[in-house]
């Protein structure tokens, strides 16, 4: 790479970045400005470390107990950890 090449690389590095750093910054600054958002209230507390008062967690909750008391009805087996299960979900949900 001759001399003048290297100024006209050099020129052309500085040009571009002269050009994309002030667009970039005005494209940041647009995604920026997040949508209206919305009330606490209407959330999940996802990151509580608090579980079981979250809807999301008892619904799971109640879903996997009644999964294995079929299991326990359909093959008689772990009928033993449905009725603990059943038992611990109750206490939870008061």
Do not use: N
Request: proline share 4%.
């Amino acid at each position: 790479m001759t001399r003048g090449e290297a100024v006209r690389l050099a020129g052309a590095l500085l040009l571009g970045a002269g050009v994309a750093l002030p667009a970039g910054m005005w494209l940041a600054h647009d995604a920026q400005r997040a949508p209206a958002r919305q009330a606490a209230a209407d959330r999940r507390a996802m990151f509580s470390p608090d579980v079981r008062g979250d809807p999301y967690v008892r619904e799971q909750f109640r879903s996997q107990v009644e999964a294995l008391e079929g299991y326990c009805r359909d093959s008689g087996a772990m009928c033993a950890e449905a009725k603990a299960a059943r038992i611990r979900y109750e206490e939870l949900a008061q």
